[in-house]
């Protein structure tokens, strides 16, 4: 019988060294010791020994089957070890290769003009405001001398979500919002860069696009210091050569009001398709707060007085780059944004 388990186990062992992967070796496991296997079967004849020969039997058997064990544990290792080794090797990175190009974004023309306004009007000690673009009837138009019935809010198609609310056609709805928010009831220097709303849809013309508004309120502030500071404004943005035109218009929440003209950045003033053969540029709404404004917000208008603008940042991108057709800049197209990743090299 000994010679049986001896011969047994050198099968197994043999077996165990002639695999070559773990499938194998399990299935050399199985043929051995699984339930059926031959070691387990052999046991299982112990039964059949009389009583005096089972411990000698027994213990022969267990060591037979231990061995077989601890073997088959040893391969296990090794071709879990191999195969981790293969897999490190299958995933090996060189890091000394150049690395792959990451496609970098571009800031959009719009943003970069606003950006840029920002920067010159708080360094002219500004403070950059904000306001909700749902407003109410209130602040976008009652508020700013235009009650419920004026025949001038025909001058902006107005999206209505309930009759007290609209998307607002004017940044100029933040100037009641400072106002009224104002409760020193001091001086005021802001502007407000953002999004409005109308109907309106051309190659001018967009349903939504922006405007920067902005509004002084001090004591003694006149024509002079809007047309100052418009001067500036202009020539930082659209260069040194830029001439103004103010022209008399109608707004409401300023008296006197002007549209407010920019010499053609493309001819100089010359004419050209551009500015349709005039020499300038519509650019902007201004003029000095109404006195009706300032005392319905809380504001004596014998102390203080105070002027606003407020001007398309659309137009002024495109006069700015060139840009043909104000739907370019809603568009995402990534071919029109890529153009101006250049100007930041
Ligand atoms: C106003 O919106 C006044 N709130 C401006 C103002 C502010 C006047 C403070 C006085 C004091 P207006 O409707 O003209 O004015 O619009 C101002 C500018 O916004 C225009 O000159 C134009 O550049 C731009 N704009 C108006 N509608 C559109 C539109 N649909 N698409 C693109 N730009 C527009």
Redesign the pocket.
């Known amino acids: 019988m000994k010679e049986k388990i001896d011969e047994i186990k050198k099968n197994a062992l043999n077996e165990i060294e002639n695999t070559s992967d773990l499938k194998e070796l399990d299935n050399v496991r199985v043929k051995y010791l699984g339930k059926k296997g031959e070691l387990t079967a052999i046991l299982k004849m112990m039964g059949t020994l009389p009583k005096e020969e089972r411990p000698s039997f027994g213990s022969l058997v267990n060591k037979a089957k231990e061995e077989v064990q601890s073997k088959i544990a040893e391969k296990e290792d090794q071709y879990k070890t191999e195969e981790i080794n293969k897999k490190l090797e299958s995933e090996r990175i060189d890091v000394t290769l150049p690395a792959s190009k990451i496609k970098k974004g571009s800031k959009h023309p719009l943003n970069r003009v606003i950006e840029e306004i920002e920067d010159l009007f708080v360094s002219m000690g500004y403070d950059v405001m904000e306001g909700p673009e749902l407003e109410t009837d209130e602040y976008n138009f009652e508020r700013l001398n235009l009650p419920k019935g004026h025949p001038a809010r025909d ?2 198609d107005s999206f209505y979500i309930t009759t007290e609310h609209l998307l607002r056609t ?1 940044t ?1 709805a933040v100037q009641a919002r400072t106002l009224m928010g104002n409760k020193e009831k001091g001086p005021i220097r802001e502007i407000v860069p953002g999004k409005t709303y ?1 109907r ?1 849809d051309d190659a001018t ?2 349903h939504q ?1 922006n ?1 920067v ?1 902005a509004l002084v309120v001090d004591k003694d502030i006149s024509f002079a210091d809007l047309k100052g500071t418009l001067e500036i404004f202009m020539k930082h943005m659209l260069g040194e050569n830029t001439q103004l035109r103010f022209r008399p218009s109608y ?1 409401p ?2 008296e006197p ?1 002007y549209e407010v003209d920019v010499s053609c950045f493309k001819c100089g003033g010359k004419g050209c398709n551009l500015c349709k053969r005039t020499g300038w540029i ?6 000095i707060v109404h006195p009706n404004v300032l005392k319905m917000n809380g504001y004596d208008p014998d102390i203080y007085s105070g002027f ?5 940042l ?2 002024l991108a495109m006069f700015k780059y060139g840009i043909t057709d ?1 739907r370019l800049l809603y568009e995402n197209d990534v071919r029109f944004l890529s153009q101006f990743d250049r100007m930041d090299k």
């Open positions: 001058m902006q004017q100029s109308r309106e013309h967009s696009f405007q508004e707004f929440f300023t009001s519509e650019l902007l709404g201004a003029g606003a603008f407020g001007t398309g659309d137009r104000i």
